[in-house]
């Protein structure tokens, strides 16, 4: 099994930026695609962003061109750098991965945005 922590969430300004990092840990050779989501307070988990294994990259609209989803495979480790932030960016972000017969989650990291 995958597991994966995620970290670096906090309160941040309106505008301002913050890296939350996931480590993976366990069977990562199976790994096919690390990916962000986040759940806003009273709505839907939505997708943010995916880095597969062969580096492709996908980002939801709402955050296209303000984040940047990256990787180092030493160190196990998936990135977000979340610029530009808005009050709307406000949720608790996951860490996931798609496995080859499953999928991992980690247990989340509250970002606030403050306007």
């Known amino acids: 099994q995958v597991q994966l922590v995620e970290s670096g969430g906090g309160l941040v300004q309106a505008g301002g930026s913050l890296r939350l990092s996931c480590v993976a840990s366990?069977?990562?050779?199976?790994?096919?695609?690390v990916g962000w989501y986040r759940q806003p307070p009273g709505r839907e988990r939505e997708f943010v962003a995916y880095?597969?294994?062969?580096?492709?990259?996908e980002y939801g609209s709402s955050v296209n061109g303000r984040f940047a989803i990256s990787r180092d495979s030493a160190k196990n480790t998936v990135y977000l750098q979340m610029n530009n932030l808005k009050p709307e960016d406000t949720a608790i972000y996951y860490c996931?991965?798609?496995?080859?017969?499953?999928?991992?989650w980690g247990q989340g990291t509250q970002v606030t945005v403050s306007s």
């Open positions: 996931n991965a798609v496995v080859t017969t499953y999928t991992s």
């Open positions: 880095i597969s294994t062969g580096g492709r990259t």
């Open positions: 366990g069977s990562t050779s199976g790994i096919q695609y």
